[in-house]
């Protein structure tokens, strides 16, 4: 067949560009697509580390990302500046992931100019749009907007079947973000940090912290790291690694509360490669993310969630992760407990992960092609 379908892929931060790695190396290996990649780079550095670990150089670059960039800046931008790109290489079909400013102005760009959406991870609720804040609006607007959806799991697709969407446009896959942990996590992988290379993983039991969301901003960040200077003093094998996020008002109370503690090994944001393999070897998980809770379940590694509502309730049912908020006892009761009883730690770390084997990928551009094959013999 000479003619292939356009097919554009449109991203613009660290997680999205994760996620959408192995679907767009998987649309390579398909004759049936032509595969364009345009990113917005709504975050730039974090982006960029990702498109090289996987070898992604994207056909369109609008290079958004500017110093104290608002929602309405991002909104904005990627708006328009998709415009110009979408005029001109008039794609069949536009490819959006999950729950971003860059996902939302995308759709909505694609509807402008009549151009189908297919969402990438469509589905999560929390049906609190303040939390997440932008990201649960981001992806109710997209999933109204998209004419293809892509859900991680069945409660995702029951969700969308909630709200209206069209059954025979929802489509089961499992979560993209598996593929591309298994492609990323090597068995002997060096650490280029060697702070972290030097390690022992097996006398110390490692903690992994992850915290940027923007309503634990403050007080409660501050309630989460006073949690774990009680952990750290609580267990003398312990060992707490936090690559603390740019944002200066998270590291602002993270050198407050944790800067010069004992055990406590504060490091900048690591690439996608290293956190990948770091991940491996943790014992335990505390993070705001949303990756996280799907990733983590994936190695083994059970996940403590410092948030009080999350999108991901699958996680939940399997036992693979908690909610625990911010509030500084539950948080050390419940890494307390992980950390003392051998049952309730296997209990979450060999629950089965929901979110698939890592062949979603593939699932998602099979279907793609038999749908395109199929208009294109109507």
């Known amino acids: 067949m000479s003619f292939k379908f356009k097919v554009m892929s449109v991203f613009g931060t660290r997680p ?3 996620k959408m790695a192995p679907v767009v190396l998987e649309l390579k290996n398909h004759h049936t697509f032509q595969p364009l990649v345009t990113v917005t780079a709504q975050h730039r550095d974090m982006l960029d580390q990702v498109l090289n670990l996987f070898n992604i150089v994207p056909d369109f670059d609008l290079n958004i990302m500017a110093q104290n960039q608002t929602l309405f800046d991002i909104t904005s931008k990627a708006l328009l500046g998709l415009k110009s790109v979408l005029d001109q290489q008039k794609p069949d079909l536009i490819l959006v992931h999950g729950d971003t400013t860059t996902t ?15 969402h990438v991870e469509a589905g ?13 609006i981001n992806r109710k607007l997209t999933g109204s907007l998209a004419d293809i959806h892509f859900a991680p799991t069945q409660i995702a697709k029951d969700n969308l079947l909630a709200e209206g969407v069209d059954q025979n446009s929802i489509f089961v896959t499992g979560n993209t973000v598996i593929d591309a942990l298994f492609m990323t996590v090597k068995k002997n992988f060096t650490f280029a940090d060697s702070r972290l290379q030097n390690i022992d993983f097996k006398k110390n039991r490692v903690i992994l912290v992850t915290t940027h969301r ?17 952990l750290i003093n609580t ?7 936090f690559p603390v996020h740019k944002n200066p008002n998270v590291r602002q109370v993270v050198n407050e509360e944790l800067g010069g503690v004992d055990r406590v090994l504060l490091i900048d944001p ?10 491996a070897r943790s014992n335990l998980i505390l993070t705001d993310s949303g990756g996280l809770q ?11 969630v410092l948030r009080d509502t999350t999108e991901r309730p699958e996680a939940i049912a399997a036992g693979t992760v908690k909610l625990v908020g911010t509030d500084s006892d539950n948080v050390f009761n419940a890494a307390n407990l992980l950390l003392t009883n051998e049952f309730e ?11 698939g084997d890592g062949t979603a990928a593939r699932k998602i551009v099979s279907i793609l092609e038999d749908r395109f094959l199929s208009l294109g013999n109507s």
């Open 16 to 18: 999205e560009a994760i």
């Open 104 to 118: 939302f102005a995308a759709a909505l760009a694609a509807f402008y100019l009549h151009i189908p959406v297919a």
């Open 124 to 136: 999560l609720r929390t049906r609190n749009k303040y939390s997440p804040f932008p990201e649960e």
């Open 214 to 230: 923007r309503e634990n901003l403050g007080e409660p960040l501050r309630h989460v790291y006073k949690a774990l200077k009680r």
């Open 235 to 241: 267990f003398n094998d312990l060992l707490v690694i």
């Open 270 to 279: 690591l690439d996608y490669e290293p956190f990948a393999n770091l991940m």
């Open 294 to 304: 799907e990733e983590a379940p994936a190695l083994g590694v059970p996940v403590l």
């Open 345 to 355: 730690y296997d209990k979450m770390a060999k629950a089965a992960n929901p979110y």
